[in-house]
């Protein structure tokens, strides 16, 4: 009679069903519901662990990238620098050295003007001298005509 209790008709269809099944069935729905939410409830909490861990990354591989693009930029910063010090050195090198040519063949001329004009003034005091002593001779010859012409009666 115990089994009786246990089952009930449905008033419906007739069909027996049992209290165990139906309170089985409905404790299995509710725990399986209940599983159900807690599983959501997981999963929700999973993504959004998961978005906080990408996120995370994320950030420190912008961080990183921003870190090698820094140093990349400071890299390529030294290097044209370096590259501009040693093409600015070489442009000067050849400034001097075209400076130095250009002064050495000014030396030259100077030089050269510098012996022309030395010739010259020595020719001019040559010629002045050669004047002086042309003149000389030429007033002693005067002078003697003179006396000769007194002389002569």
Do not use: W, Y
């Not at 409830?41 to 921003?66: G, T, V």
């Not at 093409?87 to 510098?114: F, G, P, Y």
Request: hydrophobic content about 30%; some cysteine; overall charge neutral.
């Amino acid at each position: 009679m115990a089994k009786d209790f246990q089952k009930i008709i449905c008033p419906n269809c007739g069909t027996e069903i049992s209290l165990d099944e139906v309170i089985t069935h409905q404790l299995r729905e509710g725990i399986m519901k209940e599983f159900s939410i807690e599983q959501q409830k997981k999963q929700a909490e999973f993504l959004k662990r998961e978005n906080e861990i990408k996120e995370k990354a994320i950030a420190e591989s912008q961080k990183n990238i921003e870190k090698q693009v820094t140093e990349q930029t400071k890299s390529a910063e030294v290097k044209l620098k370096k590259e501009l010090r040693l093409e600015i050195s070489k442009e000067k090198e050849t400034e001097v050295k075209a400076i130095s040519e250009e002064l050495e063949e000014n030396r030259k001329a100077l030089a050269v003007a510098q012996q022309s004009e030395l010739k010259l003034r020595q020719e001019r005091s040559k010629f002045e001298s050669e004047k002086q002593a042309f003149e000389l001779d030429k007033q002693r010859q005067l002078d003697e005509e003179r006396e000769k012409i007194k002389k002569k009666p």
